[in-house]
């Protein structure tokens, strides 16, 4: 073993090379032993050099995959702070419509919190923590924008809500007058213009020709159309929110039971049917089957 060491140490190899130009050969001798250790140690040096190189490549795809992201972050937390400066915004148009409509504070209806969004200094805070904290961070804020706007969603269907109920009672109120005329006899106790017995009459009478068209003072659902004692030929409307009209001693009717009606529209036509001592329109309101005073409906003639 010890000579066969010894043979490898001394054991010399020759290199030899011949210029193709035909000049004289040149040789090389070395030792196989320093041969070897040249070819190792060159070997070494390129594994090293590539385990640099690698390192050096996974590193700059690292700052470039860093970068990328802190440029999607920054977007998503620029995002956020525009969402939360438009849900601020949206909260102070909500206050300023229920101060309008007198609705009360938005915190005692939807016990809102006032919850926040993502402050300015979030994005620096964000990339100094690890990546799962940033995703943590990230998801926090968007669930809290996400309550506030579902909040300020309700806050919003409230007050539509409320402003539909109050366009629809708007529309169900008696508001016009139904027919051109003057008004012959009032609401209240009288003295009947047939007996002379006294009474109470239940709405107002509105004089003018045969003929005139009789409008409907509110949207609503005609009723009734017919004869009804007394009333002669009348319409009964149904308005909602409690409110009713009546329009008897009608010469001609044009509207049937079933008919939805809108205010302005021509429902009859002024006649003298009924219990009458002359053309003329006896015009009712009544609030829950209760006759109230129709003059408080009919808007000022100047």
């Not at 690890?130 to 706007?149: F, H, R, Y």
């Amino acid at each position: 073993m010890v000579q066969q060491i010894k043979t490898y140490f001394r054991k010399k190899m020759t290199f030899m090379v011949v210029p193709h130009d035909g000049g004289s050969p040149i040789q090389i001798k070395t030792n196989l032993f320093i041969l070897h250790t040249s070819v190792l140690l060159l070997g070494g040096l390129v594994t090293w050099a590539a385990m640099l190189m690698i390192k050096d490549v996974n590193y700059e795809l690292a700052s470039l995959n860093d970068q990328k992201m802190r440029v999607q972050m920054n977007s998503i937390m620029t995002e956020l702070e525009h969402n939360r400066m438009l849900l601020s915004h949206m909260a102070e148009v909500d206050r300023r419509f229920r101060k309008l409509l007198k609705l009360g504070d938005r915190k005692q209806a939807l016990l809102y919190n006032g919850v926040e969004g993502p402050t300015e200094t979030d994005s620096d805070q964000l990339f100094q923590a690890p990546d799962q904290e940033i995703l943590n961070k990230v998801q926090t804020d968007l669930q809290e924008v996400g309550s506030v706007a579902a909040k300020q969603e309700a806050s919003f269907e409230e007050v539509s809500s409320y402003l539909t109920r109050q366009r629809s009672i708007v529309a169900a109120t008696p508001s016009i007058w139904p027919l051109k005329g003057w008004i012959t006899s009032g609401f209240g106790k009288r003295a009947s213009p047939l007996t002379g017995e006294p009474g109470r009459h239940y709405g107002v009478d509105i004089a003018n020709e045969v003929g005139s068209p009789i409008r409907v003072t509110a949207d609503g659902l005609v009723v009734y159309a017919g004869w009804e004692t007394g009333y002669g030929r009348i319409v009964v409307v149904e308005h909602g929110y409690g409110f009713s009209t009546r329009y008897g001693h009608c010469s001609r009717i044009d509207v049937k039971v079933g008919d939805e009606v809108k205010r302005g529209q021509v429902i009859s036509y002024v006649g003298s049917t009924g219990r009458s001592t002359g053309s003329h329109l006896h015009y009712e309101v009544r609030i829950h089957g209760i006759p109230v005073d129709p003059e408080k409906y009919l808007p000022q003639i100047d």
